[in-house]
């Protein structure tokens, strides 16, 4: 079925293609060429990044991150259950065992007070996610991981130009806090390259083995800048790194980032000023953005009070060929995972699976769709 | 530094931005969509494949392989020490010990006679490599697996397009015969996509379990069939799955697989006939295609008698702005490995590390290109 109204729509800026053939003409389309590093350094300048490093997609990052870190069988992970499959099963994948964490009251976003009471003598590491590009109380995370020696590891798939501020005031990049960080540049994301990801380096301690494990466990990197003579195999590793294809696909949008995130955060606020009114009166929750971090215009959400409640927004949306989507299904109490889980009930990470839903976003987005969404869903009483 | 004549160039058919243009525009450039089932089709029906599936990389087919057939730590699998590292990563990301073959004497490719002697109670699998595009003996490979009831991985990242008669005189494609099969599309094989790979289901015990591993470790793939109501984690997994704009692209080549082929093996046979004598007189070891194998021009090189000899030909057809390169260093003796192999000697394997050498060898590889490296080795007397 074809929407007048789909739930996302890639948006090109008319480089892409163009950038595109000029990688191809070259003859240099394998990964890690000139495009490559062009969007690499963006991120690492604009952004305050340690070393960057694209990736076939961030699951690829997130497995780059687990490899990094050492996850061995029996290391325990900890992270939020109402999140996508690959936060986890980067980690599954080294032998972890993974501890959930249900989600905010207030927020999808996992509940950072929940963190110190999972931790073991196993745990390794903590996974968050900044879910819808809102950040997480980084302090708190920080606090407790180093208190316990842990690392973290940001999931910011969503979280491309985000902020959070800190205890002291400081604003600070989403990606550019933990020891490492993973984004995505799906093609549901702000900015896209089709598939494709990005590690972020924080901590420099990782650095030398990550362009090693990048480079399929050879050190190939190292041979090209003559610190050694010959490359050979050093490590585990795997092939992670794009095409040049895809990098420069991934360039004509990072040029265009400013003005992207500008067109969302306008659609982001007709949504919100247009149906918050509606939403207080019938009890549905509303995004929300703590004063700590700031608002990508990644997602626009709205949280029924029931299942049925959210069905009925769908089938009315549906009506006037308009496509919302619900998210993720909590990991813990999946067919996959069930058995695994240690039993504890989470129950905000169980509401928003059944009971939140996600709004037409994107780019080419007019005011009219906006409105007619607002409308149709107005139409609505619970 | 830049030659005259490089080693490799990708070639392009120039239907490539086309179709990447097309993929965009559509606005579907994430993976598994209209060119990545055409590319899937394709070598389907050409090759008598199983089901195929497009992945991000020969590596991420290999790993997508390795979880396939569970292996955990403490299996072993054997392969030849004479490959790419991602043959041997693939594996050890899983945890398998990696055992080693050497190269056979007249063939850089795997000596197919020594396997059955490395098997032990914890082999699992036989990874075999065919080097150059040139078939292994399959009918040995296949009846000692069968023998010891182990699976069989086609390592066909250079195969694409080659072939093998087995005993009953059958000719099959390569990576149609094993369980399981892996292709590379990277910018230095005959048909390229940048980065890119595939990987070959020919045991449909391993289809369904594949289709969730590709998506990862979810049942999306049965969803959007109408099997299940909705999508979940069944499994682990990973996003192996290319954009569509990197599949756009292979369509292209496919395309024009035919030509592309005719073109390579017509410079495979110019540097044969021109070489062959100067080879023999020095005793320097040619291509050897045995008649159970087919050439798909994917490589030519030389086997010298030295490393000494082989510096002496890089250093000729470097002064004329040639670039000719060597190969694999043996995987049992790398810096990674060396202290986990057996420590059994594999002469051949080093032989090749050390004494083999590429030629140019590429689409637009012009006759007069092929005549000089031909004649600068010419002048060379060992």
């Known amino acids: 079925m074809t929407y007048k109204t ?26 890690n060429g000139k495009y490559t590093k062009m969007c690499q350094d963006f991120f690492e300048k604009q952004y ?12 690829d990052a997130l497995e780059m991150a687990a490899i990094l870190i050492d996850i061995k069988s029996g290391d325990e992970v900890i992270m939020p ?16 065992k993974v501890v959930f964490l249900d989600s905010r009251k207030d927020h999808p976003g996992m509940n950072e007070d929940e963190i110190e009471s999972l931790i073991t003598e196993k745990t390794k590491a903590i996974v ?11 302090d708190k995370i920080m606090d407790v991981a180093n208190k316990h020696n842990l690392y973290v590891i940001e999931d910011a798939a969503q979280a491309v130009d985000s902020y959070y501020t800190n205890k002291h005031g400081e604003k600070k990049a989403l990606g550019s806090i933990g020891h490492l960080a993973a984004f995505s540049f799906h093609e549901t994301k702000n900015i896209i390259s089709g598939e494709g990801g990005m590690l972020v380096i924080n901590d420099s301690q990782f650095s030398d083995r990550a362009e090693i494990i990048w480079e399929k466990g050879t050190n190939r990197s190292s041979f090209f800048r003559g610190e050694v003579d010959k490359y050979g195999w050093v490590d585990m590793g ?10 420069s696909f991934l360039w004509a949008q990072l040029e265009n ?10 659609i982001w606020n007709l949504y919100y000023e247009g149906i918050s009114e509606w939403a207080n009166k019938n009890n549905i929750q509303l995004p929300y953005v703590p004063k700590f971090a700031t608002n990508n215009a990644h997602m626009f959400y709205l949280v029924f009070n029931s299942i049925k409640d959210r069905s009925k927004a769908i089938e009315k949306l549906k009506d006037s060929s308009i496509l919302s989507v619900f998210h993720y299904l909590s990991l813990h ?18 509401r928003y699976s059944n009971q939140l839903l996600r709004l037409p976003m994107y780019y080419e987005l007019s005011n009219d769709q906006v409105t007619e969404v607002i409308n149709r869903l107005k139409e609505l009483k619970y």
């Not at 305050?48 to 699951?59: A, I, N, P």
């Open 6 to 31: 789909p739930f996302n729509k890639p948006y090109l800026t008319g480089k892409e293609t163009h950038y595109m053939y000029d990688a191809v003409s070259t003859g240099k389309i394998s990964g």
């Open 81 to 96: 259950s109402y999140t996508f499959v690959s936060t986890a099963n980067a980690f599954i994948l080294r032998g972890a």
């Open 333 to 350: 109490d999946s067919q996959y995972y069930k058995s695994k889980h240690d039993g504890r009930i989470l129950g905000e990470s169980d």
């Open 128 to 138: 968050l996610v900044h879910y819808a590009g809102v950040a997480c109380d980084m």
């Open 238 to 247: 795997s092939s992670f790194l794009p095409s040049e294809i895809i990098a």
């Open 257 to 266: 980032l400013k003005d992207i995130q500008n067109q969302r955060k306008k």
């Open 48 to 59: 305050g990044f340690g070393k960057c490093m694209l990736t076939t997609s961030c699951t």
